[in-house]
């Protein structure tokens, strides 16, 4: 706690007229480029990495990075922090982008590979099962990348698994469909501290670059295949 508190008495004393400024501009309203959503992690310094501004992003954090999928009604199959955040940032915040993004070494992930009946607290058990499809896919032998650890496979594979659940939401189909609204999955790799991102074309992550943007622009996002492909 010391250094969290510390923290916040520098920021006090010290924080530039320019910050100050945006935080006043910020309190009269928010325009995030894109909802986030990535694992609780400690190590997934999303700040850091992504370089973002205070209301660059709309932000969602649980273990795992997990997004439940709904039922015919729309409403989602477990927590409804998930899907309360998806429903607030595109149909009032109208953000155009979605990004989930997974990490290596998650323990979440090592978790399910250690099977869930290990897992002595109620709740983290029953949240964590929202990560089975990927548990799936990776038993089944689904690879992305040869060199990974089992773990890390399984984490990417999440990625890709939770990213296809923001699609079972009508609202959200309707405007991947329509091309105003395009969802990424990426992946922090921590020990070299950079984020690679998922092209559904290749079928595998590369290093985040022009490329991404270009993938939304050109409409070959997740959940919309570019034309001919
Ligand atoms: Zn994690």
Redesign the pocket.
Known sequence: MHKLIRGIARFREESTPGQKTLFAQLALGQRPDALFVC???SR?ALNVFASTEPGDLFVVRN???LVPYCDAYGVSTSDRSEAAAIEFAVNNLRVRDIIIC??S?????QALLSGLENVPWPNLKSWLAAAHPALARCRAGEEIDPGLSEVNRL?QLNVIEQASHFLTYPFVRERVDSGELSIHAWWFDIARAEVIGYDPRLKRFKLVDDWAEQMALTGACIGRPAAGS
């Open positions: 694992c609780s992690d997934v273990v795992g990075n997974g990490h070494e998650c323990g979440a992930m984490s």
